[in-house]
């Protein structure tokens, strides 16, 4: 019988596949929509309410949904960004459903909020750091959009325009390489859409080191294909362990692995128990050739 070696709790299995292209395609489908009306080109009703529109469906609902999606599959930071985007993308369709029918919103309240908003997405930046360093150009797209918005809401003019319709832009074509960059890279199998790594890095926790137990299985094992179930000297496998860099005690990772069935010692007529020869198990070697050698792995 084979029987497959599971170490750890099994892996939480996400519920949805990675929303993330979904809500980042909605968004840049959001700028491109803006854009006309950004820069000046086209700000008739009919602009307004069809962009409108594609913010409701695209900014909002494909953002809204990757943000659920995302919080499904316990991911934090892309379910909180995702849907708290969609709420401002749902603010941006009543605002120019609103400009459309001649009403325009309340310009004291859109800079508070908009103040606030800096700030919140201030501090996602700084986190999106540890992400990636496209991730983190891209928040810093969405905090010079909001600083410029401030500004221009606290002087009172549209002297920003542009580079708000600039920043806009870019804030799509951002969206567009991140979003290819997760649907096309997997399935190439080669970085397409170049991603650079994170910006910063946590100090790392400690963890065990497996060092030695992998060294006296590879050691053993080695034994094993010569000499079978004949047991290794422990002064010999000592030596062995010493020569990698690994110096004694071994003693309680021997006893721990033989308590745990992988490896069997040679304790007669030794003083205070202490084993004399060790050699691995039926266990031992399945448990070497499958977390090492890999030995279920198909294909």
């Known amino acids: 019988m084979i029987r497959k070696v599971e170490l750890g709790p099994p892996h939480a299995r996400e519920l949805f596949a990675e929303p993330a292209p979904l809500g980042l395609l909605g968004l840049a489908i959001g700028c491109a929509a803006l854009t006309p009306i950004a820069f000046g080109w086209s700000q008739t009703p009919e602009a307004l309410r069809t962009a409108a529109m594609f913010c409701l469906l695209f900014g909002c609902g494909g953002q809204l949904l990757a943000g659920l999606m995302s919080f499904a599959n316990k991911n934090l930071y892309g379910g909180t960004l995702f849907t708290a985007f969609a709420f401002n993308w749902a603010m941006n369709w009543w605002a120019l459903d609103s400009l459309a029918g001649g009403v325009s919103p309340d310009h004291a309240v859109l800079l508070v909020v908009d103040s606030l908003s800096l700030a919140v997405f201030l501090v996602f930046t ?42 806009t832009v870019l804030l799509g074509l951002l969206a567009l390489w991140l979003a290819f960059a997760a649907l096309i890279n997997p399935v190439s199998g080669r970085r397409v859409f170049p991603v650079p790594g994170p910006l910063f890095h946590a100090p790392r926790k400690g963890g065990f080191d497996w060092k030695l137990r992998y060294n006296i299985f590879e050691v053993l094992y080695q034994h094993f294909r010569v000499h079978a179930f004949s047991p290794m000297p422990v002064e010999e496998l000592t030596d062995r362990l010493r020569l990698l860099g690994l110096p004694p005690p071994i003693l309680p990772d021997l006893c721990y692995l033989a308590e745990y069935g992988a490896l069997a010692l040679d304790t007669a007529e030794v003083p205070q128990g202490a084993p004399r020869a060790v050699r691995l198990t039926a266990a031992g070697i399945d448990l070497y050739e499958q977390l090492i050698l890999k030995k279920y792995q198909f294909g």
């Open 126 to 167: 700084f986190g999106f750091g540890f992400f990636g360093g496209l991730l983190f150009a891209f928040l810093v797209d969405i905090d010079l959009l909001y600083l410029c918005k401030v500004i221009q809401g606290a002087l009172g003019s549209s002297a920003l325009a542009v580079p708000i319709a600039v920043l």
